[in-house]
């Protein structure tokens, strides 16, 4: 610090002799401080010249012993800011307070700013901060503030927070420029590029800090995204007529439309809330209760309690779920008018001179009741299957079973007029597709004691394997009914493994074995075949040793599969598909892909995988030749650029690489090595090095050139990429040896990489130019 130790003006000294001397000569009057906005301890420093190595402030004699650890140049960058912004501030003419503040950091984590006329607040956040320590200082700074505005120096979660809220972040950094820290605001996007203004060009408004670029952020940023959490579980909502959602909803956007609901969870209250719904139909009528299917989710804004519901599908529930939830309630039935009521109302208005009835003469006149019903409209498939299924998950609920008869009470009158065929397809699609974890629901209607008759064939399209053929399925509709109550039930519990079905092996006497296995076929004496049984496995030795050659083909023709060209691999993988699914038919091992393929015979298969197996292996050959004549040609170029390459080496001058001295030091060989290629304007790869057989790799010797180099020293190992172009992987490694800031991203890295490979060209250039500034700051700033 310049003038005490209580001062806030920083300078930052020049590590050089001669621009030490320069300095000097321009500020003979100064005094150096260890100041106390540093966290110093406030003793007096003097400067100290070097020629072999930089120069630097040092404390005297007789100073206190100083416990700052933080002595880099971006040690004192909140000063920096504080003075730029004062700057700024008279500048504007605009009136408020600038200060620094230690959040337990050091005095230098973050700089306050108070703008008085529009009562806004600006946070340098220049030290590490997580989300709750950011909210609770967000909110301590809005107490006596319009709004705040907050600029980070590092990026971070809390940044990307404030570009996904705002669609932009502000961001600083400060560069050495001479004896200060030049103050740069960013503005960095969705796409996290960066874009820097210099302080002094930047304007402060009433609504905050405004740089160029977050101007044309600002126009054309979209609406802030609410925050979506998938919901897991029910949920029914009625819609709330004549409430509008305002314009400025949080949750609007262009293809969803929003209303305001009563919205009901699953054992949970009921909740008025603004729901989110396609926008490419209309708004379902108020009149009727809904169920959100699956992909509903909770819509959170930035704004505290405000939250919504979308969805992309809703079903109508049927009058009885209805009821139960709570939002509606059936109609108040129409009062029944009689004759005698007729009668009366006609004496009580004197509307008729009739004489008077007595009593039980009206009354045995009295018509019977006339109890007209509304007709109601038939529903919708969809609306039908899903009433079913919701009729069926109520009485898993409720740990009882069902009948046709009790459905077409409850769910519709239509499904009375149900063929067997129509009920087949409407339970199949209740449950379709067949999951492991998920129960089946047809399981629960009862047709006496027993399951429906038409069960298994519900089941069979459905993919449960050989439910048609066995004998067990009162057994499983058992099993599958105790699934449903475990999986339904209130609290759910474990679901007992489904039962398996099994294909029934008819008995077949020993006698038509032995004849099956001598002479084929069992024929009567009219030549006609005699069916001994619906399901015969066959135990003959010519069907086993088929199937066994069968079994062998398919698996030579799957392990050629990976060596065969497009077309061929697929037409070779149709045929080993076709096998492979009728081996498992036969086995019992898997479901059946198709009827075609397992009616056909082992001998067909065989046949098959015979003639598919020998135009791959002509494929494999004739693949085999191209490569051999692919590569002959590739060894004839590679041999005539090798030559041309050596006859052009005869007449060539020496490279920059031959250039360097074979006996020297590794470091200063690969560093002369280095310079010819920054002189020359290009790049070398790694493997090009030369090491001299070291024992170390490049890895060593790049570190060891780089290690704690100057700010005017570029850095050489930014000329040597990888094989195919590019840093090399521990370049990272390298810019720590530096003593340089690390970038995070591989986008960042690759901007230093190519900054610092100009500054090499410049640095080495003939004639040798200004080095661009580093875009990496001192580890520690």
């Known amino acids: 610090m310049i003038g005490d130790k ?37 003793g007096q420093l003097t400067d100290r010249r070097y020629t072999n190595k930089v120069c630097h402030f040092a404390h005297h004699a007789t100073a206190p012993v100083c416990y700052r650890t933080a002595n880099g140049e971006s040690s004192a960058d909140h000063l920096f800011i504080k003075r730029g912004v004062r700057r700024l501030m008279d500048k504007r003419q605009l009136r408020g307070r600038v200060q620094t503040r230690d959040l337990g950091n050091g005095p230098g984590d973050a700089v306050d700013v108070y703008l008085a006329e529009s009562r806004r607040r ?27 505005d907050w600029i980070f120096a590092a990026e971070g979660q809390i940044t990307q927070q404030v570009i996904g809220s705002h669609g932009y972040c502000l961001r600083v950094r400060c560069e050495t420029v001479g004896g200060e820290r030049r103050v ?13 203004t210099p302080l002094e060009d930047c304007a402060l408004t009433p609504s905050g800090i405004v740089t160029p670029h977050v101007e044309e952020i600002r126009l054309s940023r979209p609406r802030p995204r609410p925050i979506a959490i998938p919901i897991h579980g029910r949920v029914v909502f009625a819609l709330v007529p004549g409430t509008a959602v305002p314009d400025d909803s949080p949750f609007a956007a262009r293809d969803r439309q929003l209303v305001v609901a009563d919205v009901k969870p699953v054992e949970g209250p009921i909740v008025r809330t603004v729901v989110s719904l396609p926008g490419d139909t209309d708004a379902p009528p108020a009149e009727h209760v809904y ?12 704004s505290a309690g405000s939250w919504a519901i979308e969805t992309t599908r809703y079903v109508r529930v049927d009058a009885h779920e209805a009821e139960r939830t709570g939002l509606w309630t059936p109609p108040t039935r129409p009062v029944l008018k009689t004759d005698a009521d007729s009668v009366g109302h006609r004496s009580r208005t004197g509307a008729s001179s009739t004489p008077s009835v007595p009593a039980p003469a009206a009354k045995a006149r009295t018509a019977p009741a006339q109890i007209v019903q509304p007709a109601r409209a038939p529903l919708a498939r969809t609306d039908l299957v899903s009433a079913l299924r919701d009729a069926l998950e109520t009485h898993a609920r409720l740990h009882s079973t069902t009948t046709w008869a009790t459905l077409v009470r409850t769910v519709s009158p239509d499904l009375a007029s149900h063929s067997e065929s129509e009920r087949c397809e409407l339970l199949f699609e209740v449950d379709a597709p067949l999951w492991e974890h998920v129960p089946i629901l047809s399981a629960l209607i009862r047709e006496g004691d027993a399951p429906l008759p038409y069960l298994p064939q519900v089941l069979s399209r459905m993919g449960v394997r050989h439910s048609e053929a066995s004998t067990q399925i009162k057994r499983w509709a058992a099993v599958e009914t105790e699934r449903a109550f475990a999986a339904y039930g209130t609290p759910s519990r474990t679901m007992p493994p489904r039962y398996p079905l099994k294909p029934e092996a008819p008995v077949v006497s020993r006698a038509a074995r032995v004849v099956e296995a001598e002479y084929g ?24 040793l088929t199937v066994k050659r069968l079994r062998e083909l398919a698996r030579e023709l799957a392990e050629v599969l990976a060596r065969l060209d497009g077309p061929a691999r697929k037409r070779a993988r149709k045929v080993v598909g076709e096998a492979q699914s009728w081996l498992a038919h036969r086995d019992g091992a898997g479901p059946s892909q198709g009827r075609a393929v397992v009616r056909k015979s082992a001998a067909y298969h065989v046949r098959a995988l015979r003639h598919a197996l020998k135009v791959a292996q002509v494929d494999i050959r004739e693949a085999e030749q191209r490569r051999r004549a692919a590569k002959k040609e590739e060894a ?29 030091d590794p470091v200063e060989r690969i560093t002369q090595q280095l310079v010819g290629v920054a002189v020359g304007g290009g790049t070398i790869p790694i493997h090009a090095l030369d090491t001299g057989g070291t024992g170390h790799g490049a890895r060593h010797w790049l570190i060891a050139i ?58 080495y250039g003939n004639p040798p130019r200004e080095l661009p500034p580093r875009l990496v700051p001192k580890a520690g700033g």
């Open 184 to 196: 740069h605001i960013g503005a960095e996007a969705r796409d996290r590029t960066v874009a820097w």
């Open 291 to 302: 169920r959100v299917s699956d992909g509903a989710r909770i819509l959170l804004s930035g």
């Open 636 to 664: 004839r170029l590679f041999n005539e650029a090798r030559d041309r390459q050596k006859a052009k080496a005869a007449h060539a001058e020496p490279s920059a690489e031959q250039l360097a001295p074979a006996g020297a």
């Open 706 to 763: 780089d290690h704690g180099v100057t700010a005017d020293v570029p850095l050489l190992s930014a000329l040597v990429t990888k094989a195919d172009g590019g840093p090399v992987p521990f370049f990272r490694d390298i810019l720590m040896a530096a003593g340089l800031a690390v970038p995070q991203t591989d986008e960042a890295l690759l901007k230093v990489w190519c900054r610092e490979q100009e500054r090499d060209y410049a640095a």
């Open 6 to 42: 209580d001062s806030d003006h920083p300078v930052i000294l020049p590590m050089d002799a001669h621009e030490l001397d320069i300095w000097r000569r321009m500020h003979p009057s100064y005094d150096y401080w260890c100041g106390l906005h540093l966290g110093g301890c406030g």
């Open 122 to 148: 600006l946070r340098f956040q220049l030290g590490p901060i997580d989300y709750r320590a950011w909210r609770g200082a967000t909110d301590e700074l809005g107490a006596d503030a319009a709004d705040i």
């Open 521 to 544: 076929t069992v024929r009567c004496p009219h030549d006609r075949p005699v069916t001994v049984a619906k399901y015969v496995v066959r135990t003959t030795a010519a069907d086993s």
